[in-house]
């Protein structure tokens, strides 16, 4: 939608007094999805031609701000925002306002659409943020798209839905947060989902795995396999049988070691199911519930009293860069979830940070709080690309082949089938001893008896006991497609090979260099700053390749190597190999963690910052050390664990 030449500022609210004497008639406009039977959201449109006498989309933003005040102000209407804004609206009569930087993503096949995830790269609804140049990493400049969109991430990330070993999360309990542990978080994150299990036919042709009880059966999130699983797929799980690694039944109890089937966040009829499809829609029609879109905020207004400081509001950008500010009730509530990047930004912007910081920057320091952008980290990754053979085919094929191309649509569209309704279903965790051989272990040992500077000594000795403790280090999946390397021949199908490293050791940070919203801070990863980083992750990219040597890949893919080749084969070149190509995870976690002051943290063990009565922090940047899974049931587990702290229920 657009409105007087911007986008507009979208009210989302059942009642729309505030709006009235603008429209003569205001209607729920109910979007159907197309690719599902059920509505996917509801919104109030405004107008998309304006007169001298009709109102901008910011000029009602202004004005439904200027009359009302709030309990909760949700900074980000991402994965987390939208779960607390959920829970909150559900089950209080509190008011809450959502602020969104982004637009809606319904009706939008971009997201909506499986086989899309990641296409979002470069477009409006991707932030657009980039890691400074890595000075351990050949100089490189890496992407770090995130998600500007309702939904953030869940939106547009690999609709990857998987869990860590209860190991990972049983360290934020460790490092100093009571009741921050495996047996607390699992079952926040079974009340996050619902699992569909495969149909007998999906299971018989794609050998689907699967245990119930270790999911949700009624949370928001529909969490199922897609009807579709690519031949090369199949082969990851052969070949790493074939390798010696454990096929795991059941990655999600808290043992998620080996190789094995994984569920992605979609619905049966596979549509991607994101935070605002799954958690806003049910309360659009909520009494006590606004969210606007394209409304970014630019900082929190702060004042000192009796020893803390309080939030009393935030100011917020319109879409015409007019300014207006959101007003807290007494006693009400700030939540920061604008994610790992924008979070500490806020924070910094608003005077919480570290005053040697903020003072050049003319900012008044309203509490100095030096963790706030540190301890940032994500995991790292590298990348193989290996060629198909004829007549095997990967998503490459709908880009050269055009008759495909449209058959694959109409199925998708009339059927629910097909290429388009896959992301990703298999996942190899792999421990220390499958990636390594004997010799190489003793190496280990070796280069981790000195801890590096990067890291502080707790986590260290957690890490360091970790990657000889038999749960994943490294993870092996395939992305469906050609994703790394300098040729790609026409007509040909490809498929890649993601690398991670899923325990590093360097941390990096998050800072601003501006007193401006409008200018994204340094990002600086900070990735292979340790001798374990790079050693690990190149022994673990060297070893990937071992996967298409095997019987399995064997029948399946060129025996030529595409990327890197066969030019790369010593210790030393696989180093440098990494060092010139290595990605982020787009794991990105820690620049506002939940630690004790007394180690850098930013939240307490209730999420509020530190020095502050009534902010708190509820997103990934809170998470202080890296867990051995993709984040999304992380992120959704968080924010239904904050949801019940501030209300003040009962756990699950």
């Given amino acids: 939608m657009s409105g007087c030449g911007n986008l507009p500022c979208v009210g989302r609210l059942k009642h729309a007094d505030y709006l009235s004497e603008h429209f003569a008639s205001i209607k729920l406009a109910v979007l ?43 900074v980000g209407g991402g994965t987390t925002g939208l779960t607390v804004a959920r829970r909150l609206a559900r089950t209080s009569s509190k008011n809450i306002l959502v602020l969104e930087a982004g637009r809606s993503g319904v009706n939008d096949p971009l997201i909506t659409i499986p086989k899309n995830s990641f296409a979002f790269l470069g477009t409006d609804i991707d ?30 990330n690999g609709l990857a839905w ?8 049983d360290t934020f309990e460790e490092l100093g947060s009571p009741g921050w542990n495996w047996d607390n978080l699992f079952g926040f994150m079974k009340m996050s989902e619902k699992l569909s299990t495969p149909s007998p036919a999906a299971t018989r042709e794609n050998g689907y795995v699967v245990r119930p009880s270790s999911f949700g059966s009624s949370g928001p999130i529909d969490v199922s396999f897609p009807s579709y699983l690519p031949l090369q797929h199949k082969k990851l799980v052969q070949a790493s049988i074939e390798l010696g690694h454990n096929f795991n039944e059941d990655a999600y109890g808290g043992n998620n070691t080996g190789v094995f089937y994984s569920p992605s966040s979609q619905t049966r009829n596979a549509v991607r199911e994101s935070a605002e499809y799954a958690y806003l829609d049910p309360v659009l029609t909520s009494q006590n519930i606004v969210v606007f879109t394209h409304a970014m905020v630019s900082k929190l207004q702060i004042e000192s009293k009796t020893g803390t400081s309080v939030a009393t509001g935030v100011h917020v950008q319109l879409p015409d860069k007019s300014g207006a500010f959101a007003k ?31 003072s050049p920057l003319g900012i008044d320091v309203k509490v100095d709080l030096p963790g706030v952008g540190t301890n940032y980290e994500d995991q790292p990754l590298t990348i193989l690309t290996y060629k198909l053979k004829s007549p095997n085919l990967s998503f490459d094929a709908l880009d050269y082949n055009a008759t495909l191309k449209e058959e694959q649509q109409k199925l998708y569209d009339t059927q629910q089938q097909g290429f388009l309704t896959f992301a990703q279903a298999v996942i190899n965790m792999a ?5 390594l051989t004997p010799n190489e272990i003793s190496t280990a040992k070796s280069i981790l008896d000195t801890k590096p500077a990067s890291v502080p000594q707790d986590q260290f000795d957690i890490i360091k006991r970790k990657v000889f403790s038999g749960i994943p280090q490294a993870e092996y999946i395939l992305f469906n497609s050609f994703s790394a390397g300098d040729v790609k021949e026409p007509n040909s199908s490809y498929i890649s090979m993601a690398v991670t490293h899923l325990h590093p050791l360097s941390r990096g940070s998050i800072h601003i260099t501006s007193t401006s919203i409008n200018d994204h801070p340094k990002i600086d990863l900070n990735v292979l700053a340790t001798e374990w980083d790079l050693w690990f992750l190149a022994k673990a990219t060297a070893y990937g390749r071992k996967f298409f040597t095997t019987d399995a890949f064997k029948e ?8 890197p080749g066969a030019s790369v084969s010593s210790e030393d070149q696989w180093k440098e190999f990494v060092k010139k190509t290595v990605n982020a995870g787009y794991h990105s976690a820690g620049s506002a963690s939940l630690l004790p002051r007394s180690k850098n943290g930013v939240v ?18 809170i998470v202080p050390m890296p867990v051995a899974t ?8 968080v924010a239904e664990k904050a949801a019940t702290i501030i209300l003040g229920a009962s756990q699950p």
Wanted: net charge negative; glycine share 10%.
């Fill in 604 to 621: 307490d063990k209730d999420l509020k910052v530190y020095g502050t009565s009534n902010i708190r922090v509820i997103d990934l940047s």
């Fill in 127 to 156: 932030w657009a943020y980039n890691i400074a140049p890595q000075s351990n990493a050949a100089g490189q400049t890496i992407n770090l798209s995130q998600g500007k969109v309702l939904g953030g991430d869940s939106a547009v």
């Fill in 162 to 169: 998987t869990r860590g070993p209860k190991e990972d999360y």
């Fill in 431 to 435: 421990p220390l001893g499958s990636v």
């Fill in 556 to 563: 399946i893919v060129e025996p030529v190597e595409v990327f």
């Fill in 328 to 358: 807290l009730k007494k006693h009400g509530e700030v939540i920061l979830s604008a994610g790992v990047v924008r979070t500490p930004q806020l924070l910094e912007l608003s005077g919480i940070g570290d005053k040697n910081i903020l």
């Fill in 32 to 74: 159907d999805e197309g690719y599902s039977t059920r509505h996917r959201s509801v919104v109030f449109p405004l107008p998309s031609k304006c007169s001298s006498s009709e109102p901008t989309g910011a000029s009602v933003g202004q004005e439904i701000l200027g009359k009302t005040s709030f309990d909760f102000i949700i």
């Fill in 630 to 637: 993709h984040p999304q049931t992380i992120a959704y587990a």
